[in-house]
């Protein structure tokens, strides 16, 4: 996973909470992702990142590289901080055809987008400037005519960029955060950017808007597909500050304009810790989008108990839209199968301990309830007999929940929490869990549902065990897979 001698390698592997199969930094603080890209056979992954401690601050452009999305190499930073100039969210383009002549002649090459946050004691002012790379993301070059978009304002920031190919010109979205807006812009170079129109305020308005994402989500079956727009809210999320709600509608190439079908407006992840997650630029045609986020919550981020790095993304998540009787949503199906090993098979009925075997993290556990009758039901992950976390499905309240308040360190009031996404009731009773050391990322409804919360138990043993509302049995199968640990 990251660049690191063997002795190295072998001290953060065994470090309490380090996560086994989600990326992580060697060290110091990070948060949202940013420009994620395919390019040249390997996946970037940017990041905010302090390379000088981990508590949020210096914001500079961290780096990591893949070849597969789940095992990365942590490389040096990409874009640090300059002349008190954080280095704020933002995307990669690949400038297939060097329209901003940033390229070498016949080359295509890698091209960023950025909020600049300049902060004085006289005013904060957010800026978007470009920097571009000829070698293949290792090194980059600030544009010396930076800022290429500057509207005189403190809040304005997180561009998501992408090609438009039926217009045939640049495309961005970006957040005016206060106002609770969505604007659109259009350029021919990267350079020189036109506005086009605005969406906003709807939805939730409860926070200030960030990181938009704009993009093609295509059906399950691949006939026909809906244009998503993704916006981050912080505070203001169902489940306790910042979260990410998504609409569901048409874009013409100038507006984007919301379907009046049901569904049309949701929530990416209705648990407390998934935040900016954005999808990857330059995949090949006909891919689905991927989009990875941010694995925390600005309500507690800085009280995370790991050392000595303080945060984590969450796995690279594959989108479709799902259409049946209840309506629209967005389908979200984790990359985990290249890390599946041992495995277990679930095939009768059960009453209590799934499994004798005590599993350690990581390890995915996949679920199917068939048409159960009971009103409360799920499965509960035991460190010992006093921490657990419930994951379930209430049939009367029409809900799937985590409730991760026994699940071990409380870290702040704010994580005592039990999060909670409305069930569709027509839609199947089935579960995938994904338990790290420190998180545990659950998809229900056929990854209509998502929900990712933090734990940080009190070891790091785990009983599977099965619950119902009246304790009697429930028929059940599915598969207990353990995971290969991505560090190399």
């Known amino acids: 996973m990251l660049a690191l001698s063997l002795a190295g390698a072998q001290t953060i592997y065994e470090e309490r909470y380090r996560p086994q199969v989600h990326f992580s930094p060697r060290r110091h603080w990070t948060n949202d992702p940013n420009g994620l ?3 040249h056979g390997e996946y970037h992954l940017f990041f905010q990142f302090n390379p000088l401690g981990d508590e949020w601050g210096h914001m500079s452009w961290g780096h990591a590289v893949s070849t597969d999305l789940l095992h990365w190499l942590e490389l040096p930073v990409a874009l640090p901080e300059k002349d008190d100039e954080m280095v ?4 990669v383009v690949v400038d297939t055809k060097n329209t901003s002549g940033f390229c070498a002649p016949g080359k295509e090459c890698l091209v960023a987008i950025y909020t600049g946050n300049r902060h004085s004691s006289q005013e904060t002012r957010q800026i978007q400037n470009l920097a571009y790379s000829v070698d293949d993301g290792r090194t980059w070059t600030r544009y010396a005519r930076n800022p290429v978009l500057d509207l005189q304002m403190a809040d304005f920031r997180d561009p998501s960029v992408s090609w438009d190919d039926q217009e045939g010109h640049w495309r961005m979205a970006i957040s005016l955060p206060t106002e609770h807006k969505i604007r659109f812009y259009a350029s021919p170079d990267l350079k020189h950017w036109t506005p ?13 808007w960030e990181c938009p994402d704009l993009l093609r989500i295509p059906a399950e079956s691949g006939d026909g597909n809906v244009w998503a727009l ?9 489940q306790g500050g910042s979260g990410e709600q998504y609409f569901l509608g048409h874009f013409d190439g100038k507006r984007f304009a919301v379907s009046d079908a049901r569904g049309a407006h949701g929530w990416m992840d209705y648990g407390k810790d998934d935040y900016c997650a954005i999808s990857f630029n330059g995949l090949p045609r006909g891919e689905k989008p991927v989009v990875i986020g941010w694995m925390s919550n600005w309500q507690y981020a800085a009280q995370l108990p790991t050392s000595p790095w303080r945060g984590q993304m969450s796995l690279p998540r594959r989108l479709s839209l799902h259409r049946d009787q209840a309506g629209l949503a967005i389908k979200q199906e984790p990359l985990s199968d290249a890390l599946h090993a041992e495995h277990t098979a679930i095939l009768a ?3 209590g301990t799934i499994s004798n075997s005590i599993q350690k993290p990581p390890f995915e556990l996949d679920l199917q309830f068939g048409q159960p009758t009971e009103q409360a039901f799920g499965v509960r992950i035991y460190n010992d007999e006093q921490h657990w976390t419930e994951i379930g499905f209430d049939r009367l309240k029409l809900e799937f929940y985590i409730d991760r308040t026994k699940s071990g360190d409380a870290i702040t009031p704010d994580f005592l929490t039990k999060t909670i996404a409305p069930l569709a009731a027509n839609r199947p009773y089935d579960l995938k869990i994904i338990v790290d050391r420190s998180s545990v990322e659950a998809y229900a409804q056929n990854g209509t549902i998502t929900m990712t919360n933090l734990i940080f138990p ?4 785990s009983r599977l065990a099965l619950f119902s509302a009246s304790g009697k049995e429930l028929t059940v199968k599915g598969d207990v897979w353990k ?6």
Not at 483 to 488: A, E, G, N, P, R
Request: cysteine-free; hydrophobic content about 35%; charged content about 15%.
């Open 230 to 238: 993704k916006v981050g809210l912080n505070p203001g999320a169902p």
């Open 349 to 351: 009925t059960h009453s």
């Open 196 to 208: 086009l129109s605005e969406f906003g305020p709807a939805g939730d308005v409860d926070g200030v």
């Open 483 to 488: 995971l290969s640990k991505i560090w190399k």
């Open 37 to 39: 890209v395919y390019f």
């Open 88 to 91: 704020f969210t933002g995307s």
């Open 458 to 461: 009190s070891s790091d043993n």
